[in-house]
T-cell receptor, first 114, second 109 residues
Framework: IAGITQAPTSQILAAGRRMTLRCTQD?????MYWYRQDLGLGLRLIHY???????GKGEVPDGYSVSRANTDDFPLTLASAVPSQTSVYFC?????????????FGPGTRLTVL | GQNIDQPTEMTATEGAIVQINCTYQ??????LFWYQQHAGEAPTFLSY??LDGLEEKGRFSSFLSRSKGYSYLLLKELQMKDSASYLC??????????WGAGTKLIIKP
């Protein structure tokens, strides 16, 4: 593994179904993030984690949950998917020390909820 | 509320220079980032400004004026591979990134 991986690459999901998007990083970054990206809108933060064992809510957390059991993994769960959750989801990570802590992004998961 | 404004789309010619502007209104300021995103791919980091002035990195430069809430990304000697979206993001008082919608840059031969 090099950097951040996400799975699946894409998924079509029936409304009401539960879905977990996976994210794994091998850079030993403390902080991890989940964003959604929709056409015409900027990246919007769903949830974040500054360190293993802690999580926080971002701008658009409703309908999503996360966990951070260890440094490397940060799964995002949709408990009961709705069509408005159709989007491209990006996981990112960063250090929490240093000059500017730029975020490194995974390749994204394209999710369609029908 | 917090707001980041960028032009939606710009067109430029190969070999030319283009300036992409970004204005922001955020609760606090802890730095401004520029990212590049090719279609269907993840954003990748280009530059960071936290103090006023110009930061140069090869063909790309980024400028910041904190008093005006303004930044620009300058791309010189444009190449076809520079066709992408350019995202401006500000780190707010909670150290979270607030993102603009991005500027799609189209390069013509």
């Amino acid at each position: 593994i090099a950097g951040i991986t996400q799975a699946p690459t894409s998924q079509i999901l029936a409304a009401g179904r539960r879905m977990t998007l996976r994210c794994t990083q091998d850079m030993r970054h403390n902080a991890m993030y989940w964003y959604r990206q929709d056409l015409g809108l900027g990246l919007r933060l769903i949830h974040y984690s500054n360190t293993a064992g802690t999580t926080g809510k971002g701008e658009v957390p409703d309908g999503y949950s996360v966990s951070r059991a260890n440094t490397d993994d940060f799964p995002l769960t949709l408990a009961s998917a709705v069509p408005s959750q159709t989007s491209v989801y990006f996981c990112a990570s960063s250090t929490t020390s240093g000059a500017y802590n730029e975020q490194f992004f995974g390749p994204g998961t394209r999710l369609t909820v029908l | 509320g917090q707001n980041i404004d960028q032009p939606t789309e710009m067109t430029a010619t190969e070999g030319a220079i283009v300036q992409i502007n970004c204005t922001y209104q955020t609760s606090g300021f802890n730095g401004l980032f520029w990212y590049q995103q090719h279609a269907g791919e993840a954003p990748t980091f280009l530059s960071y400004n936290v103090l006023d002035g110009l930061e140069e990195k090869g063909r790309f430069s980024s400028f910041l004026s904190r008093s005006k809430g303004y930044s620009y990304l300058l791309l010189k000697e444009l190449q076809m591979k520079d066709s992408a979206s350019y995202l401006c993001a500000v780190k707010d008082s909670n150290y979270q990134l607030i993102w603009g919608a991005g500027t799609k840059l189209i390069i013509k031969p």
